[in-house]
């Protein structure tokens, strides 16, 4: 069996890795620079790759490519620290069998390395192009959620199918479909985004499909609509679940057959665009109420994608936060305002209904109405005070836990596991204590243990009835 090529500059990482394999039954070798593997490639194959994405003296993608051109069968994961975007999707229009954003659980890596083992001793060789990654709007996330999100617009990278976003207002929609649009074989042709929530039912009709002159009372002229303008590229309906019922039978139509009339015209029109509908609703549920058409929530459910809300992703706060706060200084021409640690915290726990959107709004206003150059708690808007309480309530105890354990691991705590089982243990005992007026055998039983169990757990906790 041919060898594992790990290529990655830190030596840590080399080390996780030998130490990983070592247990395994899997040849291995390990390289520092991308120089020293494209040397060994010119005297021996590796079964598969895992290279680091950006080093300093070459990079993870430069190699992807030189194997891609040479061995277009032997999968190449791609390892990166950045968690951007481009580097996934650049890495998967490159032929990448994976994309791992460190940090990463070994356990995650070694099941990809062998799913990529088999996958060498089956794939026929298909050759692959190496395309670059384009300019492409600015989507950040380090969460493991959003990581998932980069994924599968890399993987679709090459693809024309319809795409349904699901996600609440403001986390980010419209971004990934323009990202989605950008990375595909559309990409060099118009992008069309429509809210159709946002225009009353008379007039959706019209901006969908166009008009004849004189179709209704002021329509002067012609008009192409959405569908005429998006012709080779993408059209984005976003808050497709609000599409009234008779343009819903409309738009089945155009999807069914590539082909419409516009208001008030009598010769077809025929269009070839790949559509990506967003919605912050339930579809299924609306399907269910009768208030979405079954079938045509089926075209447009081929590739489904979830968009988490920003509450879901807290880890990525302190990122976006800096990310916006840049962004607006530019924009202002100023110097970039910092926000001091106890700031990112506090904002980092706010519940933040409108998501990204909302964020970005925030720091836009602090940028501006921050008196100094180190943003405080007490410079932020009025409406965020006291926010975490509102959030930490409407949190479940879950998500509560979970910001806390992220908190904590941001922190360099240790011992997190021990100290948090000791909490949960004692808050658990001492209700169930109150609950039942200090009677053990009766504590015990509501718990499920044994009342042995229980007075030690009493003794060892230092619970003081």
């Excluded at 976003?238 to 069914?256: K, N, Y």
């Excluded at 940028?367 to 180190?374: E, L, Y």
């Amino acid at each position: 069996m041919k060898p594992i090529w790990i290529i990655d500059d830190d030596k840590s990482i080399r080390w996780v890795f030998e130490k990983a394999l070592a247990r395994t039954d899997m040849e291995f070798k390990t390289f520092s620079s991308v120089a020293e593997a494209l040397n060994a490639l010119e005297r021996e194959q590796p079964q598969v790759v895992v290279s680091d994405i950006r080093m300093p003296n070459g990079s993870g993608l430069d190699f992807l490519s030189e194997i891609k051109q040479k061995y277009p069968d032997i999968p190449v994961i791609i390892m990166t620290a950045y968690s951007d975007l481009e580097s996934a999707v650049a890495a998967f229009q490159g032929g990448a069998f994976e994309y791992l954003a460190k940090p990463f659980d070994v356990d995650q890596a070694m099941e990809i390395i062998r799913r990529a083992v088999d996958e060498s001793t089956r794939q026929a060789s298909d050759g692959t192009s190496n395309i670059g990654p384009e300019e492409t709007p600015e989507i950040i996330g380090q969460a493991p959620s959003m990581q998932e999100v980069f994924r599968a617009i890399g993987r679709l990278s090459r693809s024309h199918a319809t795409v349904l976003i699901n996600g609440e207002s403001g986390s980010g929609k419209e971004l990934v479909a323009r990202a989605l649009h950008r990375h595909s074989p559309r990409g060099d042709k118009p992008f069309i985004a429509i809210n159709t929530a946002a225009i009353p039912k008379d007039l959706l009709e019209s901006e969908l499909f166009g008009h004849e002159r004189g179709a209704f009372t002021g329509a002067q002229a012609a008009r192409r609509g959405r569908f005429e303008q998006a012709d080779t590229g993408t059209l984005f309906l976003d808050e497709i679940g609000d599409m009234p019922s008779d343009l819903q039978t409309r738009l089945l139509r155009v999807l069914s057959d590539g082909q419409f009339y516009r208001v008030g015209g009598h010769q077809p029109i025929k269009v070839n665009v790949r559509i990506i509908a967003a919605t912050h609703q339930d579809l299924e549920e609306r399907v269910k109420v009768g208030l979405f058409r079954e079938d045509l929530f089926h075209r447009l459910n081929v590739i489904r994608l979830r968009l988490p809300a920003l509450r879901e992703r807290r880890e990525d706060i302190p990122l976006l936060i800096k990310h916006f706060l840049q962004q607006s200084a530019s924009e202002l021409g100023v110097e970039t305002k910092q926000p001091s640690v106890a700031a990112l915290k506090y904002l980092s726990a706010v519940n933040w209904s409108g998501n990204v959107r909302q964020l970005e709004n925030v720091c836009h206003w602090l940028t501006v109405m921050a008196p100094g150059q180190n943003i405080d708690i007490a410079d932020l808007p009025p409406e965020l005070k006291d926010d975490t309480t509102k959030s930490t309530a409407a949190l479940s105890w879950q998500e509560a836990l979970a910001s806390d354990v992220m908190d904590a691991l941001n922190r360099g705590e240790q011992q997190v596991l021990e100290s948090r089982t000791q909490i949960f243990e004692r808050i658990l005992i001492i209700k169930a204590l109150e609950h039942t007026h200090g009677r053990r055998i009766e504590a015990a039983n509501q718990l499920g243990m044994g009342r042995n169990t229980l007075t030690r757990k009493i003794q060892e906790l230092g619970i003081e009835e």
